[in-house]
């Protein structure tokens, strides 16, 4: 049993980004949250009907919850039906569920390969449907519920529009990714120590677990991913306390003196920890896990584990994601062998750097382009080495 975040890329990307748009291979997707579902006309996905965040500043943050609060007591009345969306006349086509190509390749890419070395026989995979749900009535979701448990063996869980937004846009995205990735709080207002989208992290959380609860069969082994669901192994320990729980980090995990900047630290640690193994993608990010869970948590630390009151957690690395197989056999397709050659051709006699980076601020695609000018400009005499 795998628990994700989605199945499907929770970003609408704009149709410019299509270089084919039958082929969903030319798709350049963007961990960037683009709050435009379903304008592109390329996805039929419906729009999200989540109210705009609260404001940054503390007191423009409370008087946003005392106009919430009322607007709520309000709504206690008689209520007005609300009209439909055009969302829902699109939804009344046919349409297929395919293998997306876009999202967490490098989960894909492990599962894969523990399915091809006979590791995973039966995997039933948990997640977000990825697109906000709102506008879907009851009937629709069943439909889609039963397809996908049916034909692909995955469970659907749903979850407001306002808590995936929450979750996914405001806490994970401008909180968790920053941190993680050593882009510290640099004031005492900073939203990584008090921001109103913590409380919807945790609800698609708990979603997540009681879904995965209701389904649990003894000797069933859970597999929980990446930053996105930190508090879903405790809540599944606390129902089955002898579940056999692996947590996978697929990104980076920082240093105890910043991870500490994080309002729910201990939350977060204490969620992770309600595995029996936690595991990252180098040694480092393993032995920050220890570190901040010694200095944070005071509890005992070893090189292979955490000991808490009444069991131990293993820690350890395991870079995953490549699969070398897949790469050789892309390679020989020509297309891919197309280009190799136009290259060769074009930049013969030149050194070609090639690199792939996603376009957020958290790659410093800028910084690196900015670095290589001024290597250049250091050193001229490289200039007649390298394709420019």
Sequence with gaps: MIAQEDYFTPTQPSAAHFLRPNDPKTLVRSDAHVPEWGSSGLFNQPRSRADPAPPDTILEYTRAQERAKAQRERSRGPRMRRSKSGDDARWKQKYNVVKTVQGNTGLF??????????????????????????????????????????????????????????????????????????????????????????????????AIAEKIVKNYKRGDTIWIHDYHLCLVPAMIRQKLPDAKIGFFLHTAFPSSEVFRCLAARKQLLEGMLGANLVAFQTPEY??????????????????????????????????????????????????????????????????????RDKLNNIQGVRQKLLAYELFLNRYPEWKDKVGI
Aim: net charge negative; with cysteine.
């Design 109 to 206: 890419n492990a599962v894969d390969a523990a399915m091809k070395a006979g590791d995973l026989t039966d995997v039933t995979n948990v997640g977000l449907i990825g697109f906000p749900t709102d506008v879907l009535d009851a009937n629709k979701k069943s439909e889609i519920s039963d397809k996908l448990a049916e034909d692909h063996n995955s469970l659907v869980v749903y979850v407001s529009d306002k808590d995936f937004d929450g979750h996914y846009a405001h806490y994970c995205k401008t909180i968790l990714w920053p941190v993680f990735h050593y882009v510290i709080p640099d004031h005492p207002k900073s939203k990584a120590f008090l921001d109103h989208s913590w409380v919807f992290y945790e609800s698609v959380n708990r």
């Design 286 to 355: 393993a032995h920050h896990f220890l570190q901040t869970c010694s200095r944070i948590l005071a509890a005992e630390a070893a090189d292979d584990g955490v000991q808490l009151e009444n069991r131990f957690v293993n820690v350890f690395s395991s870079p995953i994601g490549i699969d070398p197989a897949q790469l050789n056999d892309a390679r020989k397709d020509t297309d891919v062998k197309k280009w190799v050659n136009t290259m060769e051709e074009r930049y013969k006699g030149k050194r070609v750097i090639v690199a």
